[in-house]
């Protein structure tokens, strides 16, 4: 009788050991401080910010529709090019650089390949041009619109040169433009986009051309540095051309379009 309640006592024991252990882990538990949320980036900010614009128009239909039913079809003779991108493109004030030209700009600060590919229809093949200048990429390597491959990023510029060719439209595929972080403000645009990928899109790119009867027009090689990098006179930020850049780049642009205009069908 007395071995039966010494177990029992022991095992009362044992519960309440259990027990008193269970009770200060969950103490304990409870009084961990909670981990604060780490802030959110600018550029993490900037994508939160545009959640609403790319749920009710992904491709940014509305910036350019009513331009665009303004705008008359073009003259019999008249060569109309629609440079056609992100912000570089948006930025570049054409009628400055190619003054007297039938040039219009059609492009989108911040827009991805995949955003231009929804409104190539309405910006660029109902504008009637007989070519078009591409400027894009470079926000699809940073993320803009989420994580893109480079098969999906070549995947989009494929569709843009079908469409294209099947409306008689000349082609022109501007390389993506290098970056640098010489500047405060080109930090954080350097670090979303890596020049190993600018370079291979760049490759894919100009091998595309070769095969598919399209201009490549290589800004790359002219804005480069020796360290493989954007001129820094050519880009306060590191990433959108200054006047220097833009004055670097019109007539390289105008050679492509010459050959582009001559060689669409």
Not at 78 to 85: D, I, N, S
Request: proline residues 7%.
């Amino acid at each position: 009788m007395g071995n039966r309640r010494t177990h029992v006592t022991r095992h009362q024991w044992r519960i309440s050991i259990m027990a008193t252990t269970i009770c200060l882990g969950a103490a304990a538990f409870a009084q961990a401080p909670t981990p604060k949320p780490s802030a959110p980036t600018p550029f993490e900010q900037w994508r939160n910010s545009r959640v609403s614009l790319y749920m009710n128009d992904f491709g940014e239909l509305a910036r350019y529709r009513d331009e665009n039913a303004r705008l008359k079809p073009p003259a019999p003779e008249e060569k109309r090019v629609v440079f056609y991108g992100d912000s570089i493109t948006d930025g570049w004030p054409l009628p400055e650089y190619f003054p007297g030209k039938p040039y219009v700009n059609r492009g989108i600060s911040g827009q991805t390949t995949a955003q231009m590919l929804v409104r190539f229809q309405q910006d660029v093949i109902a504008l009637q041009p007989k070519a078009v200048v591409i400027l894009a990429g470079t926000n699809d390597i940073a993320g803009n619109t989420g994580p893109m491959r480079l098969e999906d990023i070549e995947a989009n510029y494929t569709s843009f040169a079908e469409l294209a060719r099947a409306n008689g439209i000349g082609i022109v595929f501007s390389s993506v433009l290098p970056v640098h972080n010489y500047t405060s403000d080109a930090q954080e645009f350097f670090a979303q986009r890596s020049p190993e990928k600018i370079v291979e899109l760049n490759r894919w790119l100009k091998t595309y051309c070769a095969a598919h009867r399209c201009v490549y027009l290589d800004y790359f090689s002219a804005m480069v540095d020796k360290n493989g990098l954007l001129r820094k006179e050519l880009a306060d930020d590191g990433l959108h051309p200054n006047q220097a850049g833009y004055k670097l780049m019109a007539p390289m642009a105008e050679a492509a379009i010459s050959k582009a205009v001559g060689g669409a069908n």
